[in-house]
């Protein structure tokens, strides 16, 4: 089956350093992927939108790049603050958007 | 410009019960999903739409019937709800999947006792 797949549930990243999430997928070669952003009690915010043919594509503090041979998304954020604490979705789409289960990140001051 | 709406936030129903959760956009977006958010589970897509008069199955569709008359509205019905249905339910739209995100809405979380 086709799957997307964020490897940490949940990540603790000290203040002003990077943190790294990976998202890998199988058996599908999706087009783009999407990464959101989710904060308790709340919908998720869409971030970034990168194509197969993109290697990397930035926003402000945020990084994505994308691996068509690893089939791996990774999704960075620099100078990390404890604002920056939420869950992270990677996502896959063609016609419908699939999610991964997230990532807990937790920047600790 | 109001986005994506959900309503009812919050709804408790007993088993068997049969309810609508609504959802609207005034964007004028062509895509629009229906996701349940489950503790560990993730977001899974129920049903999702490419335009209006058109509706395709996702990956968690049984119990559940949608249907898109107009581009802004895209209700779930719960035909005879179940236990296994409580959970939060999103509504997402966006114009074009392939270059913009979803907008999702604030969630309607559903008990079913």
């Known amino acids: 089956s086709q799957k997307i797949e964020q490897n940490s549930e949940a990540l603790n990243i000290q203040e002003g350093k990077t943190a790294t999430l990976t998202c890998n997928y199988t058996n599908y070669s999706p087009a783009y992927l999407q990464w959101y952003r989710q904060d308790p009690g709340r919908g998720p915010v869409f971030l970034l939108l990168i194509r197969e043919n993109e290697k990397e594509k930035r926003k402000e503090r945020l990084k994505v790049t994308f691996d068509t041979t690893l089939k791996q998304s990774l999704f960075h954020i620099t100078a990390s603050q404890p604002a920056d604490s939420a869950t992270y979705l990677c996502a896959r789409g063609d016609d419908k958007i699939i999610f991964g289960k997230g990532t807990r990140l937790h920047i600790l001051p | 410009n109001a986005g994506v709406t959900q309503t009812p936030k919050f709804q408790v129903l007993k088993t068997g019960q049969s309810m609508t959760l609504q959802c609207a956009q005034d964007m004028n977006h062509e895509y629009m999903s229906w996701y349940r958010q489950d503790p560990g589970m993730g977001l899974r897509l129920i049903h999702y739409?490419?335009?209006?008069?058109?509706?395709d199955q996702g990956e968690v569709p049984n119990g559940y019937n949608v249907s898109r008359s107009t581009t802004e509205d895209f209700p779930l019905r719960l035909l005879s709800a179940a236990p296994s249905q409580t959970s939060v339910y999103f509504c997402?739209?966006?114009?074009?999947?392939?270059?913009?995100?979803?907008?999702f809405g604030s969630g309607t979380r559903l008990t079913v006792v």
């Open positions: 997402a739209s966006s114009y074009s999947i392939g270059h913009n995100g979803y907008t």
């Open positions: 739409s490419v335009g209006a008069g058109i509706t």
